[in-house]
């Protein structure tokens, strides 16, 4: 059965099945997400840390914990979740992506349920999830909005959304598009459009809009001479990340 696609984007996972191959290559065309990962799990483990009350020291702080990563690709989301002892569901509209997911999940000794299909598709199911991560996806859907909403629904009473995107003014289309695809060449040309681009204030008013309460945001910031990534409290003028919890 062909899954639903209400606000999957053809355009943009055909972009992404393009790229398939290249997940798990740390100088290839998903070198920025590499270099970002580490920040982007910093962010992640201790907002879920908080929230249901783990301690990320001990061997499996995650277990029990269900977990949905919405547009997983290769799964480097996916992988450390489960590491750390969460269930997880990676999903993708980009069906090319899921077999390079399984397989490196497979070398690496992991238990994913990795599946081509949509939030949609799987809200339609019934299925509801303690936690949704939602990183890097809702600036490459059709309808931002209702894309959210129907990720409300995947969340049980008292669940946890992460979502991170980039934010839409000169300096993020200098930095994500200018930076990144033209002069870097980190990612292939089109892979962003800065109209999609979305402001905190903005993302902070759907995910109100679409029944959440958003808690927490903060920035990535990338230093060039340090050649890092670091979490802000301030400066969330390019890339950016959001915590958001549905009413118990």
């Not at 949905?68 to 690709?73: E, P």
């Not at 081509?116 to 299925?127: L, Q, R, S, V």
Request: overall charge negative; glycine content about 8%; charged content about 20%.
């Amino acid at each position: 059965m062909q899954p639903t696609m209400n606000t999957v984007d053809p355009a943009e996972v055909a972009k992404f099945q393009a790229m398939a191959a290249e997940w798990w290559d740390p100088n290839g065309k998903f070198k920025p997400l590499h270099m970002l990962n580490p920040c982007r799990l910093d962010y992640i483990t201790r907002q879920i840390a908080e929230e249901f009350d783990r301690d990320l020291t001990s061997e499996k702080p995650f277990e029990g914990i269900n977990i949905l990563d919405i547009g997983c690709g290769g799964g480097l989301l996916s992988e450390p979740m489960a590491r750390l002892g969460a269930t997880v569901v990676g999903a993708d509209a980009a069906e090319r992506n899921i077999p390079v997911a399984r397989v490196h999940a497979e070398q690496s000794g992991l238990e994913i349920d990795y599946r081509h299909t949509t939030a949609e598709a799987i809200a339609e199911a019934g299925e509801t999830f303690d936690v949704v991560l939602n990183m890097e996806v809702v600036e490459h859907v059709a309808d931002p909005q209702e894309f959210l909403t129907v990720c409300q629904q995947l969340l049980r009473p008292g669940g946890l959304m992460v979502c991170s995107t980039l934010n839409r003014n000169a300096k993020s289309f200098m930095m994500g598009i200018i930076g990144a695809e033209w002069v870097m060449r980190w990612l292939p040309k089109g892979t962003h459009e800065w109209n999609k681009f979305i402001t905190p204030d903005e993302l902070f008013s759907m995910l109100e809009t679409a029944g959440l309460n958003p808690v927490d945001r903060k920035g990535f910031v990338f230093n060039p001479l340090g050649w890092s990534w670091s979490i802000s409290d301030r400066d969330l003028s390019v890339n950016y990340v959001t915590a958001s919890l549905k009413a118990a």
